[in-house]
Nanobody, 122 residues
Framework: QVQLVESGGGKVQAGGSLRLSCAASGRTGSSYAMGWFRQGPGKEREFVAAISWSGGSTYYADFVKGRFIISRDNAKNTMFLQMNSLKPEDTAVYYC???????????????WGQGTQVTVSS
């Protein structure tokens, strides 16, 4: 089992930046791919970004390319999402996820965090 806890959410004005963190605990010795998803008000959960175990491969949704950067520090069992040039439409609850078997944009991850709220005002 892996437990995931997100942090770093908050309120920011359009054009601002936030850095989300996802701390993993439990069976962190295994090679997990990880990802970020989000769910805006009245919307379905959608993929944001994913990163392979080594960090050598990353995958982004088109709507965040050039604005968000996913990274991880395996020594600290932590994944990050640097969000720049934020827009009101980025307002959502952001979730981190992890999987031993899957890496990609689908919600096939085995473990999920509780989410952190990001609110972007215009």
């Amino acid at each position: 089992q892996v437990q995931l806890v997100e942090s770093g959410g908050g309120k920011v004005q359009a054009g601002g930046s936030l850095r989300l963190s996802c701390a993993a605990s439990g069976r962190t010795g295994s090679s997990y791919a990880m990802g970020w998803f989000r769910q805006g008000p009245g919307k379905e959960r959608e993929f944001v970004a994913a990163i392979s175990w080594s960090g050598g491969s990353t995958y982004y949704a088109d709507f965040v390319k050039g604005r968000f950067i996913i990274s991880r520090d395996n020594a600290k069992n932590t994944m990050f999402l640097q969000m720049n040039s934020l827009k009101p439409e980025d307002t959502a609850v952001y979730y981190c996820a992890a999987s031993l078997k899957y890496y990609g944009p689908l919600d096939r991850y085995d473990y999920w965090g509780q989410g952190t709220q990001v609110t972007v005002s215009s």
